[in-house]
């Protein structure tokens, strides 16, 4: 059964970086989100989650809605001494449903054909895969082939996953500097794909606040969604036309 929300039930909302002030009508349906997240409301929370992605996207759902409930939540637990954490577990299984279940809600556009996918993986030992999953909404709804293989990917998985499909980028999810490897990253960068004489080498994305201020020669570093997914768009989108 849900709880009733109490004073001490609340969470504080911030902005997204950068972004203008969010409209009423999104500020509201961050608050009715958190609330029914504190109340543990599956329900609720589902809902609220389903209808933003159905009237506003992916993109927008994740960067207005999700991540500032994320953070949050995140900000609620870091502050009341490890309670909560149900809150953080139930609220993260709804994005990550609502997130799996975009495709379902909105149009898709016609697949890209003939061009090789982005490669989505968690650094080893990392657990936080949601930035991940809405990337892999955002690339399915716009056609794109991309693999998701998820948290705490194994270096030796990952290198043989880009032998084996190819991709024109991998993305790096760390949420910790704990997790960022700066060697896996250039290793990866190094790892061709492709016959012999037409040896092809993926671009790196490092994504998440893990990797800090690290740069590699040849790798990207986008700043949130709606760079990431401009980055891939100009990486494989031309071949869009050609279909
Ligand atoms: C949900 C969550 C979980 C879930 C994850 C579920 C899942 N499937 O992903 C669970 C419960 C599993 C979990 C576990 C843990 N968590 Co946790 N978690 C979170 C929470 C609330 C959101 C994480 C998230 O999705 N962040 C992504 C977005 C929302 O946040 P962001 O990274 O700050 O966003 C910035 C950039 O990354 C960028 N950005 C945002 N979106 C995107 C998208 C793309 C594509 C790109 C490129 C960039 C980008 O823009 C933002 C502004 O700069 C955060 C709070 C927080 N502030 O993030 C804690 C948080 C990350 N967790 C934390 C901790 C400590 C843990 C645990 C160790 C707790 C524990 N004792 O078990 C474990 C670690 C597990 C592991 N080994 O990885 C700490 C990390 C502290 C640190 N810096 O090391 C945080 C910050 C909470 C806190 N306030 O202390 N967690």
Same mark, same amino acid.
Do not use: D, S, T
């Given at each position: 059964m849900s709880q009733p929300a109490s004073a001490d039930d609340t969470l504080q909302l911030d902005a997204p970086d950068g972004a203008a002030p969010r409209a009423g009508a999104v500020r509201s349906e961050c608050r009715g989100l958190a609330r029914a997240a504190m109340r543990l409301d599956s329900e609720s929370v589902q809902e609220h989650l389903n209808a933003f992605v159905r009237e506003h996207g992916v993109v927008a759902a994740w960067e207005e809605v999700m991540m500032p409930t994320l953070h949050a939540v995140g900000r609620k637990w870091e502050t009341a001494g490890d309670r909560f954490v149900e809150v953080e577990h139930l609220l993260s299984w709804h994005v990550s449903t609502a997130l799996r279940n975009a495709p379902l809600l909105l149009d898709r556009r016609p697949p890209v054909r003939g061009v090789p996918p982005v490669l989505l993986a968690c650094v080893p $030992?990392?657990?936080?895969t949601l930035p991940l999953e809405a990337v892999y909404a955002a690339l399915t709804l716009a056609g794109l082939p991309v693999r998701m293989l998820g948290a705490a990917v194994p270096a030796e998985a990952l290198t043989e996953s880009v032998r084996r499909t190819g991709p024109a980028a991998v993305m790096l999810w760390s949420q910790s500097r704990s997790s960022a490897s700066t060697p896996l990253a250039a290793h990866l960068a190094r790892t061709a794909w492709g016959l012999k004489g037409a040896r092809q080498y993926p671009r790196v994305h490092l994504a $998440? %606040? $893990?990797?800090? %201020?690290t740069s590699i020669e040849g790798t990207k570093r986008p700043g949130g969604l709606r760079e990431a997914m401009a980055g891939f768009n100009e990486l494989l989108s031309p071949a869009r036309d050609t279909n």
């Open positions: $030992g990392e657990q936080h $998440g %606040p $893990g990797w800090g %201020p």
